[in-house]
């Protein structure tokens, strides 16, 4: 029998509620997916928008109840949990408005051609469900991120049944949201089926390793990213394995910038880097300054004046303290504010590390990521030494330059080298903050993403779900109802090359 | 030192031409390619599309030369290897136009709206190519699926310089190609380390491995394609990796199609089988017939009248006499055509094999894939029966249903289950001839591809080779030309959620 899970509050590191019992047996689960994946697949975009809305409006409907166990577990924060749950509805309500408006299912329809050589025959394209997916919760976002988040409400537009791993730190908001979403399913009539929470760390290989799950999402760390990664690619039927790892997110401010607004970027930095406790994938790692900058006494004070929320866990937070001391260490680094680990429980406190940026040239040892409240300030001598450094950074979600004007020639060097080894540059922005759009793009190259041609976030994220078949030469009345040639379901097509719209 | 390759005939099977010398370090050809890489991919899409048209010229211009050479080597025939270069220069041409009206690069623009809760930043979306890509050669397809077929087509027109390894069997057609596209890229006054070729096995496995490599794109067996798929991912960074392996394109014929025109379905079924002598990745493997079809005599004596070429290489036709014997002898299984393996150097005879579908039911033996023109015939009790079989069967390229018409009960049966195994589903047609239009999907779930969302074919398979980069709150003169505001550059993209034309 597999161990039971408890419940602990970051704040006080101690266990509450009953002990929810890890999954014996995911296979009970995945089998049911299996069963319920033709129906979902086969529901028109409008009535799997409607699905998604009341998914939406069932969460809403609990926010009370799930705001407070969700803080009681991760110690976040009413304020910051009922935002972050009012952002993942909008998610499922955006996210089955794209769908019904046939976006993602990509339709493409080439009449034939019977006088070309070789003639063409009538082909219909577009996007059907992959099947069950795996969705691993991360713990940082309990609602965003966790087993009713994005991932899973892109998976659900897609219309593919979920069975989500519930991070082990929230087995109670899991098994709330899991109760909810199952019991939205089920009144709307769907099959509710369609929808499981499993626990535990065997429960969630099991997941991986399911001949009926036809993919997996997953945010976390490298290591665990990894592992999985390599499960997923190692079955008898390899299946695509998206997992959102780590990035260090760098910030470059130019000399101009700084002349015109040193105080506000350090008080601006302090706040997005300190955000969730400094437990957002898009914290602010690096903050690349010029020499002389004169800042560091400013940073360490606006930093310093955070209140950061304890760490989400035990095992994060002996983590942070151990990779801090690490990074201070570094026989280049210097602490400008170092962590006390005294506080109640998973309580931390900010550590800000400075380097010149001639350290991590050919050096990658400062260049972990730091889970927490922490960051590295590396003083940049010209333009040059930004050239040499930043292509040398690992792959990440985003890359910003604070710049004074667009003729900033620090800025208009730093830009494209953001670009190349990131998803998103931000100009006069901080990473943190993540805007639900069609053109948001949550991703990025190795180690950010395992697959740097999709996001986790916005409409797009829907894609990662589905696979095309094309119909040739087929009569109407066997075609999919999307497929029609009188787009009965006034979806967006593709026809003879055009776009229709 | 590599070891030399030697063109060898497979009419004859002697070596001809000069030794070809493995490639001892593909790293000179890798370095080579990335520093090639910015330059392609700040190319206009216009400029590109140019490129593209101005190698299929170049390849034009060679086309004697270049299908004498092939022939020499694959054996498979001056007037389809003729027709082979002309789908290839066309695929480049089309690919170029593709990619010059802005499709692929999928330019999403949502602009600040600054009243929203949270307020949303300009956030402009487009897609970057990946940098070098790695293409490994297939030898069915010399001129299609060769170093310079579409994969490299579609690599080029996102922008991504290639590094294609030759295959064994055809060292000196890939020369010829490569000198052949270098000289057209240079001529263009392009930066010709945009494309190289390498030989030999060693060159192929460093390719995979190189740090440059950026992703890769194969065609082969699946033994092949696993293990150079594990190689990617299992690099420091990993790469994506888009196999096409293997299909057994299953057809399936209806009592009411096979009373309207059994004795032209066996014809058009051995043309179809016979095709490049069955060495296509779409021949049909797998022809279900109701029982009693009376079909026997027929489909052997229509198969046995087609001429085939010689196999493609010494190993191929070993494999393909090992393969249909070891068909042959499983017990459910009787020969309605035995191969005869004497005759010239690779010459081969086609094999049709008999067999209950039941013999499938639950036992995958006879489910493997037969390169060469061989076929399993499999007789049918019932719709029930084909509900059971047909979800049994390998993830595949195509599936095929004839039938008399839309109301035909099994072809109602059929159509959905081989959509759900396949990624193209035909109607009374056969699955070779894939026609390359913005429909086609050449692609499907395992083992099919290793990459169930991709296609090989067709515009749509230049996607493979881009990732997402979003710009937030970026001022117009540090933008990519792509995403100005006035568009110009004339590129598709969607504004605000809507699309543009």
Redesign the interface.
Known sequence: MPDALRSVNPATGTAFGEPIPATDTAARRTEAARAAAPALAAMRPAERASLLRAVAAALTAREDAIVALADAESGLGEARLRGELARTTGQFEQYGAHAETGAPLDI???HAAPRTT?P??D???WN?P?GPVAVYAASNFPLGFGVAGTDTAAALAAGCPVVAKAHDSQPATAALLAETVTAAIEQHGADPRAFAVVTGFQAGLDLIRDPAIKAAAFTGSISGGRAL??EA??RP??I?FFGELGSLNPVVATPEALAQRGGALAEEFATSMTLGSGQFCTKPGLLFLPEGHGLEEALAEAVRAKQVHPMLNRRIREAYLAETAGLAAHPAARSLLEPVPGGEAHAVTPALIAAPAAAIDGDRTLLRECFGPAALVLTYADIAELERVLPQLP?GLTGAVHLAT??DPV??AV?PLL?ER????????WPT?V?V?????H?G???AT????H?SVGP?SI?RF?????????????LPEALHEDNPLSL?R?VD???E?
């Open positions: 493409v329809i080439d070789p063409r025959p082909l219909r394209r059907v992959l990664a390599a690619a190692a039927e390899p695509p792959g667009s003729a800025a208009r830009l670009a990131s998803g998103r540059v931000i100009v006069n922005g903050g805007a759009t069609h053109a948001q793009h991703g190259p190795w180690p395992t697959n740097a041609r996001t797009a894609d589905l696979r095309p078949v094309a119909y040739q030469s087929t009569p109407e009345a066997l967006q593709r090359g055009a776009l719209r």
